[in-house]
């Protein structure tokens, strides 16, 4: 999920159906606002009918919020495009009502129009009295408040100042948020201890849960992504080259001038990421990307396609 694309969208202002369909397409889009959920998956998140989900598409596609790119057989790109937004047109302002201009005068000491009210009896005046004091069965929590700093969720800004990357900071406690686990500071802790098993900081620790979706951290899974990787022969020995370089988008341009892959013009990052994956053999750059896109059965196939004939040669 791309915070960038999603802040940009909940701002808009649109029919609510077109609307919920563009939120749940910007949870799954990139920093490029590229993203490729099925029909069926956008479905069942908004809980519309398959047919509003289309419905909605072509509006959201009419007036300028997305691009869908249609290939036969294989699933749709959808590229959003928020900054481009033309609303329609909206209903003309409702107009001042002023009285006729040859309306008659009423006569002198003639009584006013039954009608006319200077005081509504139904107006009620706003009492502006505060109470003078809290209820009193809030005052009994005043005394445990020294106790909250232990469990007050961390804020981006407090592991900025730790050293991690702004970026990877927000992007980290939206995934927690998504699946309700403040980062407290004991939590934040255990954080930074299962990084020094490891030999990584914080930091370091942040950046790679980013780019493997994890919500937390554990030493025991960094082990598991290097044992499945051959062991520390894959994570060193290229100097050009990071340990963990298809989590991040310099690190995969850095492993393709590597390869000998090229970057086609006007082609998505995504295929070209996958190419580069498919080129690489075997490794945690594609277990990555498996796990990625594991509820997106469109592009599980994808992938298949892509690393299958890898898979053949290499037998």
């Known amino acids: 999920m791309s915070t960038l694309i999603m802040s940009q969208c909940w701002s808009l202002q649109m029919p609510p159906t077109p609307k919920a369909v563009l939120i749940s397409l910007a949870d799954n889009a990139n ?161 930074k201890d299962e990084a020094a098993k490891v030999g990584m900081t914080a930091p370091e620790a942040v950046k790679y849960s980013v780019g493997s979706n994890w919500a937390g951290f554990k030493a025991s899974w960094i082990e598991r992504d290097r044992a499945s990787a051959g062991g520390s022969q894959v994570f060193a020995g290229q100097s050009s080259v990071a340990a963990d370089w298809w989590t991040t988008k310099d690190g995969i341009y850095a492993k393709a001038a590597e390869l000998g892959v090229t970057e086609g013009d006007g082609e998505i990052f995504l295929s070209f990421r996958i190419r580069v994956s498919a080129k690489a053999g075997e490794g945690p750059w594609r277990q990555h990307l498996y796990r990625e896109f594991s509820r997106d059965e469109g592009m599980t196939e994808r992938l298949n396609t892509a690393f299958q004939p890898n898979r053949r040669s290499e037998a």
């Open 31 to 191: 920093d490029q606002g590229v993203c490729w959920p099925s029909i069926d998956t956008i479905a069942m998140r908004t809980c519309f009918s398959e047919r509003a989900v289309q419905n909605a598409i072509k509006w959201l596609e009419t007036n300028r919020l997305l691009r869908a790119e249609r290939v036969t057989g294989k699933s749709t790109n959808y590229v959003l495009t928020p900054d481009r937004y033309q609303p329609p047109a909206g209903d003309a302002p409702p107009q001042e009502v002023h009285p006729a201009g040859c309306a008659p005068t009423p006569a002198a000491g003639a009584p006013q129009p039954p009608q006319q009210m200077h005081q509504p009896p139904q107006e009620v005046h706003p009492n502006r009295k505060e109470p003078p004091s809290e209820p009193s069965g809030n005052r009994k929590r005043s005394p445990a408040r020294a106790d909250d700093d232990a469990t007050t969720a961390l804020k981006a800004k407090d592991l900025i100042a730790e050293g991690v990357d702004r970026q990877h900071a927000k992007d980290w406690l939206t995934l927690r948020k998504a699946k309700r686990l403040p980062l407290t500071p004991t939590a934040w802790q255990t954080v």
